[in-house]
T-cell receptor, first 114, second 113 residues
Framework: EAQVTQNPRYLITVTGKKLTVTCSQN?????MSWYRQDPGLGLRQIYY???????DKGDVPEGYKVSRKEKRNFPLILESPSPNQTSLYFC?????????????FGPGTRLTVT | GQQLNQSPQSMFIQEGEDVSMNCTSS?????WLWYKQDPGEGPVLLIA?????ELTSNGRLTAQFGITRKDSFLNISASIPSDVGIYFC?????????????FGEGTQLTVNP
């Protein structure tokens, strides 16, 4: 089954404790992206990657890091989480070429930073 | 960055009614996408629009890419309880997926049986 998976689905942590949220897709998609969703703000892009070893900032990159060492994986790293990073996070992927702009989303990771 | 204004923010309707929601922007977009998000799930793509004036249907859903390329609307006909969820519009300026996808704030739809 074609899908985007994220782990963990739920995470409660404390300020300053480094964490990684994993994202994996099995569709051989070139493009992957991370979003955060907050009430009243919709979905905002954090980082995206056009292909292996190619990443770029989205609209709200502060406090986050990403890496793209393999095509299928795109982990989101919070080196020193803060309470304002409490949010619902989504990973998405798409083919990446002009024939298809549609992005497919993972199930989400709900992060709480205390 | 670009902003999308999506309206209405919420709708409460009776089963069987038709629904209409729209998105407007001050920027011109090359692509409009409509997503639905169920509680506890990620957004799922409903309809993708690539040309100004394009009208596309997916079952009871119909969406249009505005002629000015600054707006789009989504209609749902004969609503049913499973239509409940948050509907998002999204616009993209560039011609590759690397161009940022900007999302509206969503329309929360409630359907009363």
């Amino acid at each position: 089954e074609a899908q985007v998976t994220q782990n963990p689905r739920y995470l409660i942590t404390v300020t300053g404790k480094k964490l990684t949220v994993t994202c994996s897709q099995n569709m051989n998609h070139e493009y992957m992206s991370w979003y955060r969703q907050d009430p009243g703000l919709g979905l905002r892009q954090i980082y995206y990657s056009m292909n292996v070893e190619v990443t770029d900032k989205g609209d709200v990159p502060e406090g986050y890091k990403v890496s793209r060492k393999e095509k299928r994986n795109f982990p989101l790293i919070l080196e020193s989480p803060s309470p304002n990073q409490t949010s619902l996070y989504f990973c998405a992927s798409s083919i990446g070429r002009r024939i298809s702009y549609e992005q497919y989303f993972g199930p989400g990771t709900r992060l709480t930073v205390t | 960055g670009q902003q999308l204004n999506q309206s209405p923010q919420s709708m409460f309707i009776q089963e069987g009614e038709d629904v209409s929601m729209n998105c407007t922007s001050s920027s011109i977009f090359n692509t409009w996408l409509w997503y639905k998000q169920d509680p506890g799930e990620g957004p799922v793509l409903l309809i993708a629009l690539y040309k100004a004036g394009e009208l596309t249907s997916n079952g009871r859903l119909t969406a249009q890419f505005g002629i000015t390329r600054k707006d789009s609307f989504l209609n749902i006909s004969a609503s049913i309880p499973s239509d409940v969820g948050i509907y998002f519009c999204a616009g993209q300026i560039g011609e590759t997926s690397g161009s940022r996808l900007t999302f509206g704030e969503g329309t929360q739809l409630t359907v009363n049986p």
